[in-house]
């Protein structure tokens, strides 16, 4: 397992949620909110990227930078040949107050050249955030995991085409909130959610069979704990699902990556990836690369961004650390 930091401006001592991309090339693109303090006004989105046999990131560039508004959230992907970044900026002092936005650019080698901003809902719609990958159904349309932080805290998905909304699911409540879901299609045509719990405690999960237009009663997983963090859930090549979260009830820490090979009903294989005590390392991406390569993004202390490269073998094999650390 290899591990990097990536490198980040003197004068901006705020970094989180990243989102993490691999380009048709091999080059690795990671967006993510930066500025002096979470919600602060000057806070922008800043992009790196990792081009292939290159040792380290490049500087960070700011990709989108709202005036006088704190931006936030950043989700990448690829869709055909344009790389999207949706995004949320606060028009206020809180996340109820972020409207939904993207911007998008064409694939080049060279040089990133990103549209403007194009607003997903009407301006006096507020509190819609992402945070999760799109499910890629063709070269037009995909279904993004979004939710609400506006009274409560509910996931629900849109299906896009053309950049524009086709249609939005009711929003899927819960008796504790819930929010960032992360969605992956699973056997028989379903879509599986999870969702963090709006406090500390466990995941939620969820199942649709429309494509995202109705969902299931949402269920606690007592199985996975989630101390009120972001996650990433994925695909690999090998057909089992990968999920990269906070293994701890309440505390932001125990960062781990854990498989299933039963269609998300169980997730019996964990490595871990962080253990560090006192230091949250939390807000996790994944990707798998083209040549297998997992890698996998996220915030330390909302400090730092740091980068781990690991084999799917490594998290396959019976990790003694993470049983000693539980158990001893």
């Not at 992360?182 to 939620?204: H, T």
């Not at 969820?206 to 199985?223: A, I, L, M, N, V």
């Amino acid at each position: 397992m290899e591990k990097e930091t990536l490198p980040l401006p003197a004068d901006r001592v705020f970094n989180h949620a990243p989102s993490l991309l691999e380009l048709p090339d091999g080059t690795l693109l990671v967006a993510w909110s930066s500025g002096s303090k979470e919600k602060n006004r000057d806070n922008a989105i800043l992009l790196s990227f990792k081009k292939p046999g290159s040792r380290g990131w490049s500087n960070p560039q700011i990709l989108v930078d709202t005036p006088n508004r704190a931006d936030g959230n950043s989700v990448l992907f690829l869709l055909c040949s344009e790389i999207y970044c949706f995004y949320s900026s606060l028009w206020g002092t809180g996340w109820s107050t972020a409207q939904l936005f993207y911007t998008k650019a064409k694939l080049d080698s060279n040089n990133f050249l990103w549209t403007s901003p194009e607003r997903i809902f009407p301006f006096y719609r507020m509190g819609d955030l992402g945070r999760g990958k799109p499910v890629i159904l063709d070269d037009k349309e995909f279904i993004l995991p979004l939710y609400k932080e506006f009274m409560g805290y509910y996931s629900y998905i849109c299906k896009f085409k053309d950049g524009k909304v086709i249609y939005s699911s009711p929003l899927i409540k819960s008796t504790a909130g819930n929010l960032q879901p992360a969605i992956i299609p699973v056997a028989e045509e379903e879509l599986f959610m999870l969702m963090r719990p709006e406090k500390v405690g466990y995941f939620w999960q969820s199942f649709s069979k429309d494509e995202g237009k109705t969902w299931s009663k949402p269920k606690q997983r007592e199985d996975l704990f989630n101390p009120g963090a972001g996650f990433d859930l994925i695909r690999l090549s090998s057909g089992e699902i990968a999920l990269v979260f906070n293994n701890d009830s309440e505390n932001r820490n125990n960062l781990t990556l854990a498989l299933s090979e039963d269609e998300g009903d169980s997730f019996p294989v964990r490595k871990l990836l962080e253990k560090e005590k006192n230091v949250d390392s939390a807000y996790p991406s994944i990707i798998q690369d083209s040549k297998g390569k997992i890698h996998i993004v996220y915030s330390v202390d909302k400090k730092e961004i740091r980068h781990i490269v690991l084999d799917e073998k490594e998290v396959s094999e019976l990790n003694f650390e993470l049983l000693n650390f539980l158990f001893l």
